[in-house]
């Protein structure tokens, strides 16, 4: 009985070790691709979107709320871009994001750079730190969306 949680430690050491390859696997077929890579921005949108009441002042301010959703934002703002890659054209994403690939990566840097402003101003604890850096972040979601996603 004593070798049970032994086995069961490993066994989830040996699970968890797979998840950064998970992260660049291989998809399937484009379509697979396509369906995560919308996965993971629709749920990044649900996120960026559960503080916008606080920004407008329509929300109480609750630092460690806010602070716990940018933790999760930052981790899914790693996800969609693996599922970018040749031969993953599709879905809502306009063919300009593989002919314009260098475009498309200063776009995601800019998003990049302007998600760890968002992070240092929840960390901070300072609203108007966290506003402006909030609208840094909408700005570079907007400017990759104007340029790379068909419009509906």
Partial sequence: MKQFPMLALAACISVTSLWPAAAHAQFAK??????YRQSA?????????????????????????????????????????????????????????????AGFEQKRERFAQSMTKLTAAA?????DKLRAAFGDVGASCKACHDSYRKKK
């Fill in 30 to 35: 484009p379509a697979d691709a396509i369906k």
């Fill in 123 to 127: 960390d901070s604890g300072d609203l």
């Fill in 41 to 101: 921005l629709a749920l990044m949108g649900s996120h960026f979107g559960r503080m916008q009441p606080v920004i407008k002042g329509q929300a109480p301010y609750d630092a460690e709320q806010i602070k716990a959703n940018v933790q999760i934002l930052n981790t899914l703002a790693a996800l969609p871009w693996a599922a970018f890659g040749p031969g993953t054209e599709g879905g809502d994403a306009r063919p300009e994001v593989w002919s314009d690939a």
